[in-house]
DNA sequence: CTAGGTGCAAATAATTTGCAGAGGC
DNA sequence: GCCTCTGCAAATTATTTGCACCTAG
């Protein structure tokens, strides 16, 4: 629980002072999974303590989500829900309409066209709702009420490692390709480096997604949190097929170079989304491999236009 | 004004007795554009008729609504706003929280994206909410208030236009190039009459354009309505790209099919999203223009496949 | 004539606020 | 001691409803 004091601490908004009836509040409401309405958590406050208000929460609820420590969210139906924030990234809602339960997703592909409908339009995004209303699964075919709901963090975790096992196979596979189709000595113990590297991190991170679904055998068919389209076939894979039309040293290093820093953004952008977590460390761990790649690249790009110029003068 | 009283007459929920007062509340109702609370209506009513009563405002709303003539939006803020749906396809929303004006736009790539994450969870979907919240352009360099507004179905009509004269571009790129790739003199002569008949087209629709933008100059450089990444350089682009990979000719017929089938169903969907107007037409004719491209390419396709399997059994 | 539309006033429902008192620092 | 939190009850706000009356078909 010292995690959580910790994350209170850092999101407690003005000077606010504390109060045993607050504190109890706050806690009951992080202890929830889920939307809860002011009433429901009223409710649940009341199973502890009759003696506190319903004022009280409201007050409290607000001052929670001043401070960020829960988020307002409105399905529509006349009362607000609100959710904790506590390792838990914003999301997008499916919400339905028959059972009232919502579920939570991330799309990477939505958020960056929403960014690009923002831009056209001038328009500086402080918060964004994507909801989808219907009908479940569960309530379309006979109410199989087996909604065991495992942690977000758990999930996103997942997802994290899944998309960068995938990135790395698709990179091993670019650089194993890469080193033999160039034809310069040095280009080529750069890209055996490289594949080597992403080798032996692919095993790592296989290790990693074992021991996760051994500890949680529930997550292996628990439905995707973080949707992303490029990482199907890992973000290296048009990558390599580019490299199949016949590309210069000059060239595959491009190639590599806009793979790396599409992986490395996208890594560190959904790191950042996660108050500290499993996710969080596995996105930022791979962003900052990507990094340490990338910048490779990079300076071999340089020296290898440096040497071109040299060849060029001489 | 035939064309609204047509509109009403399909979208009169029940039996639906009708009376002068809910005619003038519809009436003034479809006169107005943008996002109007019920209170913003009854202020609107008052000034032709102080007779009418808040909840008669109130119960003309929900039966506009049950009967799809309006849609109720939540912007959050406690109240819900009304807009119609003449001439008006569903949308999403940019929220000013300083202005609190909204503006609209619609993005293909969002909606198959929100398609995708639906199917993965089995998720039956209704209504999908998108809405970006933050502070509009005007609102962040001094409110030049030249917030002139054109007709929903206009832009509509526009990016229409624009889209579909992209993909009549690369479509006639694609089949020119074809043609000139293509060994079969049967299918050669395929290609160069669809180059054609795209350029025709081409033709036509540029003209429409232009009286389009000459009739409504503000138009021009109107912000986008309708977003779709693929439409930049025009839906046979990438085919085009394929092709210079050196194709042989079934593989050329192919990605023929495929970007018409891609281009038939993308207009074919957004002309649906329309009740019969400009915007509508354009697209609609153009979902039936490709669908002939596209029966014409699988008949000459199969023709083909079948003088292959008569050449390999003799 | 009669089902449905209408105005008014009262009801509802979620949330906020005023105020007097309690409690942390 | 001061400032903030708290409970209670009253206020607020958007919307709906009950009911007596009116109107179109």
């Given at each position: 629980?010292?995690?959580?004091?910790?994350?209170?601490?850092?999101?407690?908004?003005?000077?606010?002072?504390?109060?045993?009836?607050?504190?109890?509040?706050?806690?009951?409401?992080l202890r929830q999974e889920g939307h809860l309405s002011a009433d429901d958590l009223v409710d649940l406050i009341h199973v502890e303590n009759k003696e506190i208000g319903r004022a009280t929460v409201y007050r409290a609820l607000r001052w929670m989500v001043n401070g960020g420590i829960a988020r307002k969210v409105d399905f529509g139906d006349g009362r607000f829900r609100y959710e904790h924030a506590y390792r838990h990234p914003k999301h997008f809602h499916l919400i339905c309409q028959s059972c009232r339960k919502s579920s939570e997703f991330l799309s990477s592909d939505i958020?960056?066209?929403?960014?690009?409908?923002?831009?056209?339009?001038?328009?500086?995004?402080?918060?964004?709702?994507?909801q989808i209303y219907g009908n479940c699964l569960a309530c379309r075919d006979g109410n199989k009420n087996d909604t065991l709901e495992l942690p977000t963090e758990l999930v996103f975790a997942r997802d994290a490692l899944r998309i960068a096992i995938a990135t790395e196979r698709s990179g091993l596979q670019f650089y194993t390709r890469a080193a033999l189709l160039t034809?310069?000595?040095?280009?080529?113990?750069?890209?055996?480096?490289?594949?080597?590297?992403?080798?032996?991190?692919?095993?790592?991170?296989?290790?990693?997604?074992?021991?996760?679904?051994?500890?949680?055998?529930?997550?292996?068919?628990?439905?995707?949190?973080?949707?992303?389209?490029?990482?199907a076939d890992g973000i290296f894979a048009a990558g390599t097929e580019?490299?199949?039309?016949?590309?210069?040293?000059?060239?595959?290093?491009?190639?590599?170079?806009?793979?790396?820093?599409?992986?490395?953004e996208f890594f560190k952008k959904y790191g950042e989304k996660f108050e500290d977590s499993e996710g969080k460390?596995?996105?930022?761990?791979?962003?900052d491999e990507e990094r340490e790649h990338l910048e490779l690249l990079q300076?071999?790009?340089?020296?290898?236009?440096?040497t071109l110029n040299k060849i060029d003068t001489t």
């Open positions: 629980m010292g995690e959580i004091s910790e994350f209170l601490n850092s999101h407690r908004p003005d000077g606010g002072r504390r109060s045993s009836k607050r504190d109890l509040i706050v806690n009951v409401f958020e960056s066209f929403i960014d690009e409908v923002s831009i056209e339009r001038g328009f500086t995004v402080e918060r964004t709702v994507v034809k310069d000595d040095r280009g080529r113990s750069v890209f055996r480096n490289l594949a080597k590297e992403e080798e032996e991190h692919l095993g790592t991170l296989e290790k990693r997604y074992a021991e996760l679904v051994a500890e949680h055998p529930k997550l292996e068919t628990y439905p995707t949190f973080l949707f992303f389209r490029g990482a580019e490299l199949e039309k016949g590309v210069d040293d000059r060239e595959a290093l491009l190639i590599g170079i806009r793979c790396e820093r599409g992986s490395h460390q596995i996105f930022l761990e791979f962003a300076c071999e790009y340089q020296q290898l236009i440096d």
